[in-house]
């Protein structure tokens, strides 16, 4: 079955630094969505792309769906202490629509 | 007001109990998940029901008896429980069944001794 590949595991970032978090699929994507779970909490949804190409940005957060829509990216400028958790792409299968998520990348931060 | 509520929050029982877990939403979503989040954080669905009926049943024990009263509420009986069924297990719900935002519970901790 179709899945997605997450890349870092894990980031450990200097506060104010910059970092990205990969997203990859080899079957073509419908779409792809972000969810951020915090630390003892619940994933959250954050975004999600549809279009090949398309960029969004959240404050200091930047979504990228490839051109190709294969593969997709977050990357988080400027990182604050309140980005710390874990990051999560999901996107659907083509037979079911069932979500399948990444592995996750866990970002903490050094003060 | 809670979107996506669970109970318990945390559930300590010994091997061989059984156990529910209860969840409701209130956004009048027609979809409702059960995953499973172990040590790893790795998020895998369990089930899934699209307004009382279900729709995705995962390579899951038979254990594990997911009961959807009505679309509003998606309940989950682990017979026999055992070690390895250690978790954060998650409620999520969504608007339809298909490719759409997900909205999560709190969770529930359930361990095993």
């Known amino acids: 079955g179709q899945q997605v590949m997450q890349i870092p595991q894990y980031q450990h970032v200097q506060e104010g630094e910059d970092f990205t978090t990969y997203c990859n699929s080899s079957?073509?994507?419908?779409?792809i969505q972000w969810y951020k779970q915090r630390p003892g909490g619940h994933p959250v949804f954050l975004i999600q792309?549809?279009?090949?190409?398309e960029v969004k940005k959240q404050k200091r957060l930047t979504f990228q769906f490839g051109e190709a829509k294969k593969n997709s990216s977050l990357h988080i400028t400027a990182t604050q202490t309140t980005d710390v958790g874990t990051y999560f792409c999901?996107?659907?299968?083509?037979?079911?629509?069932?979500?399948?998520f990444g592995a996750g990348t866990t970002v903490t931060v050094r003060a | 007001d809670t979107a996506v509520s669970q109970t318990p929050k945390y559930l300590v029982t010994q091997m061989g109990n059984d156990k529910s877990i209860k969840c409701e939403q209130n956004?009048?979503?027609?979809?409702m998940y059960w995953y499973k989040q172990d040590s790893k954080k790795f998020l895998k669905i369990m089930f899934s029901?699209?307004?009382?009926?279900?729709?995705i049943n995962e390579t899951v024990p038979n254990r594990f008896s997911p009961k959807s009263p009505d679309k509003a509420h998606l309940n989950l009986h682990i017979n026999s429980l055992e070690l390895g069924d250690s978790a954060v297990y998650f409620c999520?719900?969504?608007?339809?069944?298909?490719?759409?935002?997900?909205?999560f519970g709190p969770g529930t901790r359930l361990t095993v001794t």
């Open positions: 999520a719900s969504s608007q339809v069944a298909g490719p759409y935002e997900q909205y």
């Open positions: 079957t073509t994507l419908s779409n």
């Open positions: 792309l549809v279009k090949s190409g």
């Open positions: 999901a996107a659907p299968r083509s037979n079911d629509y069932k979500l399948s």
């Open positions: 956004l009048g979503h027609d979809t």
């Open positions: 029901y699209n307004n009382k009926e279900l729709i």
